[in-house]
């Protein structure tokens, strides 16, 4: 079945200190992926996107990601990160077909520690 | 340059009420998507509209819920009669049809029901 995991589901890191997102699909061929990111009360704000071409994107606030075929992975990072980066971040998947259809993982909610 | 427009930002109502939810997706956008998200289920697609077509609303908990796109630039997400385990943050989002394509949300709707 097509599915998206974020295995973490609560990271705190220090600030300044490095971060990685986990985020594994499962699918057969390359799907179409995303990352967004939710401030409290706000509604979700995209990150950066990959379905083709150079495996390491970049986004916006500083992040990249890595899509890794072999891995079906598809992980979020940034190299120091700010206080203000404290939210929830999802990583989103359309799959094959004729949908258009995003499909999240459960989310991953970031705490920065001073 | 304006996002997805939502009203009302906050709604409490007593139960058995009629709560209609609407949206104006971004100009140009032919994709609108409904979803509900509470702390216990998460992110959850409802229903999404390609070109004002309704294409699956298989995430439509129950009769109760109904959504129309009467035109390309509004959709409304109605619930008859509410209950309190109706309540949610109910985003709207809306993007190009085509798989590639980000979505961009509005800021959700916070639904109490009492």
């Known amino acids: 079945a097509q599915s998206v995991t974020q295995p973490d589901i609560h990271i705190t890191v220090s600030e300044g200190a490095s971060l990685e997102l986990r985020c594994n699909y499962s699918y057969g061929a390359t799907p179409y992926l995303f990352w967004y990111v939710q401030s409290p009360g706000q509604g979700l704000q995209l990150l950066l996107k990959?379905?083709?071409?150079?495996?390491l994107v970049q986004g916006i606030k500083g992040f990249e990601a890595e899509f890794k075929r072999s891995q079906s992975s598809f992980n979020l990072r940034k190299p120091s990160v700010h206080w203000s980066d404290a939210a929830e971040y999802f990583c989103a998947v359309v799959f094959g077909g004729a949908t258009n259809k995003l499909i999240f993982g459960t989310g991953t909610l970031l705490a920065v520690q001073p | 340059d304006a996002g997805v427009i939502q009203s009302p930002r906050h709604e409490v109502t007593e139960m058995g009420q009629e709560v209609t939810l609407r949206c104006k997706p971004i100009?140009?956008?032919?994709?609108l998507f409904w979803y509900r998200q509470t702390m216990m289920r998460g992110l959850e697609l409802l229903i999404y509209?390609?070109?004002?077509?309704?294409?699956?609303d298989s995430g439509m908990p129950e009769d109760r819920f109904s959504a129309k796109m009467p035109n390309a630039s509004f959709s409304t997400l109605k619930i008859q009669p509410s209950e309190p385990r109706d309540s949610a943050v109910y985003f709207c989002?809306?993007?190009?049809?085509?798989?590639?394509?980000?979505?961009?949300f509005g800021d959700g709707t916070r639904l109490s029901i009492l």
């Open positions: 509209f390609n070109n004002n077509v309704p294409i699956d």
């Open positions: 990959y379905f083709s071409g150079d495996t």
């Open positions: 989002a809306s993007s190009f049809a085509q798989k590639n394509q980000p979505q961009h």
């Open positions: 100009s140009g956008h032919n994709s």
